[in-house]
């Protein structure tokens, strides 16, 4: 979409010789081919899992919240860190799709469809746990203000709380559409090729009448950078709000106000690995080794050195302003948690947040997709674990020590936290097979970048 000048010595966004028609071709192949034994193989997996985590939450919704091992003094656990680690890994689809698409970063075309799809799907994961942990989740609807007749039961506007709930529908309202209007030439392109009559149909539909006219290009240009500037600030909002939810309470080690940078950071670090992840997984599968490059995973690796460096000071920084602050419960809540009986529980975030991640400052690792598949995995470990650390820890040794009580999950947490995952592969799955997981016309965009259209040798110059 820019025309800047760019130089002929930075390598090329697709490493291969392809035509237009051959890009179109190769990226609509899995919607039309039937799925092979590896995604079979995958996609069973998957449910399985999601099944396992609809039958804990069919427990929980029957017997109610005491099939959960939680109890009066530690009364988040695995919910609340499921569904922060959820949120976190949904911030990366869209700063991908829109902080680096409003900088002109087109390493971002070969990925940004699948960021935004894991979006969506990661947020919409993570919306399920508050519902259920308010233990009567048909009552959800309670949370919005709307006029009722209940006299003076109204929200709370003043509890962070109620911010998630208008900052996550937002963010998710605007994903969506951010999308879904990124995949309208695609869907028309879907269409265009299609020879059944129901998928033409459908793609039809989807497409809203395209038609790739000059203006129809302009326009659709004009409302995705109209959406990808409305979506930016989300980007960095919802997590900040995230983080409220503990930085406004007065427990010991929650009470802080670095949390809405920390956590953003944090959320874009697990996001981008488990974009990571994913990718090359696609890559390794469709055998899309030049659509997604090493270059596209190098810079993906460079993002996550930075994210993870900030989050590593973040974690210095919490020791040095209890120790700081003179609040010998502030102090006590921090050694707590390096020496207590979830000591085991932070080394296990220190490691994988902090110490992994430099790993990647070797370029040999960095450009090595089954190293950076293997970090990528131990990352998201490290910032499950993180959001445990912050929430378990503080909670099961407060103020009151009379009140100081372990925290053991029950095996339906475990089986709901397993479920989740099996719930957003499954739709990424789905997603694999009936919507193009690269955008096609981004990638026909930087198809000649930087690439040297070599010259045919003149016959006199040859024979000298």
């Known amino acids: 979409m820019s025309h800047a000048h760019r130089s002929s010595l930075r390598p090329p966004l697709v490493t ?21 034994l590896a995604w079979w193989s995958a996609f069973v997996v998957a449910f399985s899992a999601f099944m396992l985590g609809a039958y804990c939450i069919y427990l929980l919704l029957s017997k109610g919240v005491g099939v959960w091992g939680l109890n009066k003094t ?28 409003l900088f002109r970063q087109k390493w971002r075309t070969a990925v940004n469809r699948a960021a935004e799809a894991m979006t969506i799907f990661a947020v919409c994961t993570a919306g399920l ?38 900052a996550i529908s937002t963010y ?31 793609y039809g539909v989807l497409a809203l009448g395209w038609n790739g006219s000059h203006r129809t290009w302009s326009r659709y240009e004009t409302v995705y950078m109209l959406l990808a500037a409305l979506a930016t600030p989300l980007v960095l909002s919802v997590h900040s709000i995230v983080s409220m939810d503990f930085a406004t309470a007065v427990l010991p080690g929650w009470h802080a106000t670095i949390f809405p940078p920390y956590f953003v950071a944090g959320a874009v670090f697990s996001g981008f690995a488990m974009v990571l992840t994913l990718m090359i997984i696609v890559r390794r599968v469709l055998a899309w080794e030049h659509l997604i490059t090493i270059k596209h995973l190098e810079n993906m690796a460079k993002i996550i050195i930075v994210t993870g460096g900030i989050v590593g000071v973040a974690y210095a920084t919490e020791f040095f302003t209890a120790w700081y602050s003179g609040n010998p419960n502030e102090r006590f809540a921090f050694m707590n948690r390096i020496g207590g009986p979830y000591a085991w529980s932070y080394w296990t975030m ?93 990638v026909k965009g930087v198809l000649g970048e930087s690439r040297v259209r070599l010259r045919p040798v003149e016959p006199e110059r040859a024979v000298a």
């Open 172 to 202: 998710l309202i605007i994903s969506a559409v951010f999308w879904y209007i990124g995949l309208l030439p695609d869907l028309a392109t879907a269409r265009d090729r299609a020879t059944n009559r129901v998928q033409r149909g459908v």
């Open 74 to 101: 530690v009364g988040w656990g695995f919910d609340i860190t499921n569904f922060v680690f959820w949120i976190g890994i949904g911030h990366a689809g869209t700063l991908i799709s829109a902080i680096l698409f």
């Open 16 to 36: 291969a010789e392809r035509t237009l028609a051959e890009i179109t071709e190769e990226i609509c192949a899995p919607l039309d081919r039937r799925p092979g």
């Open 129 to 166: 746990f508050p519902i259920l942990h308010m233990g009567r989740p048909w009552l959800a609807f309670w949370a919005l203000p709307y006029p009722n007749t209940r006299g003076s039961l109204w929200v709370n506007f003043r509890s962070p709380l109620l911010w998630d709930v208008f």
């Open 350 to 442: 220190v490691s994988c947040n902090v110490l992994a991640p430099q790993l990647m400052w070797f370029k040999r690792l960095r450009t090595s997709p089954v190293a950076l598949f293997a970090l990528s995995l131990v990352i998201n470990v490290g910032m499950w674990f993180e959001r445990f650390v912050i929430i378990v820890t503080s909670l099961h040794r407060d103020l009151i020590p009379s009140s100081w009580v372990m925290y053991h999950p029950s095996w339906v947490e475990i089986g709901t936290l397993l479920g989740s995952f099996g719930m957003f592969f499954t739709f990424f799955l789905l997603f694999t097979r009936v919507l193009p997981m690269v955008s096609i016309g981004e």
